[in-house]
Nanobody, 125 residues
Framework: VQLQASGGGLVQTGDSLRLSCKVS????????MGWFRQAPGKEREFVAA????????DYRNSVEGRFTISRDNAKNTIYLQMNNLKPEDTAIYYC???????????????????WGQGTQVTVSS
C-alpha cells in the first residue's frame, strides 16, 4: 500500500494551498481517509477526515471553515484545500487510509492503517 502526498510549500499568512494524496494498493473507493499534521516538538494531531462515500466529513475545530477535504475515487486521490492559512498551520501534513473498509470519518490515528510520507506546509507571518 502506498500513499503519496504532495502540494506542500512555503506561503504567507492568508494564502491557500491544496494538498493531494494518491493511494495505490487498496480498494480506495471503500475506505475512509484522513489528514493529520505534526508540528515541530508537538504531537501528531487530527486535521480532517472523509468517509468512504465522501458524504461525511469531520474537521478539527481550528480548521473548520478554512479547510475542505474531498476525494476523487476515479483518481484514487484525496485532497485538502487549505484557505486563509495561519502560521499555526505550519506542520508536516500526512494522509492516512482507514484500517477498516466503509464506516464514517475517523479522527483517531489508531483507526488508520496506512500513512503517507508527509508534505511540509510552512506559513510565514
Amino acid at each position: 500500500v502506498q500513499l503519496q502526498a504532495s502540494g506542500g510549500g512555503l506561503v504567507q499568512t492568508g494564502d491557500s494551498l491544496r494538498l493531494s494524496c494518491k493511494v495505490s494498493g487498496r480498494t480506495f473507493s471503500r475506505i475512509g481517509m484522513g489528514w493529520f499534521r505534526q508540528a515541530p516538538g508537538k504531537e501528531r494531531e487530527f486535521v480532517a477526515a472523509i468517509s468512504w462515500r465522501g458524504d461525511r466529513t469531520d474537521y478539527r475545530n481550528s480548521v473548520e471553515g478554512r479547510f475542505t477535504i474531498s476525494r476523487d475515487n476515479a483518481k484514487n486521490t484525496i485532497y485538502l484545500q487549505m484557505n486563509n492559512l495561519k502560521p499555526e498551520d505550519t506542520a508536516i501534513y500526512y494522509c492516512a487510509a482507514a484500517r477498516w473498509a466503509e464506516g464514517g470519518p475517523k479522527s483517531s490515528g489508531d483507526d488508520y492503517a496506512n500513512w503517507g510520507q508527509g508534505t511540509q506546509v510552512t506559513v510565514s507571518s
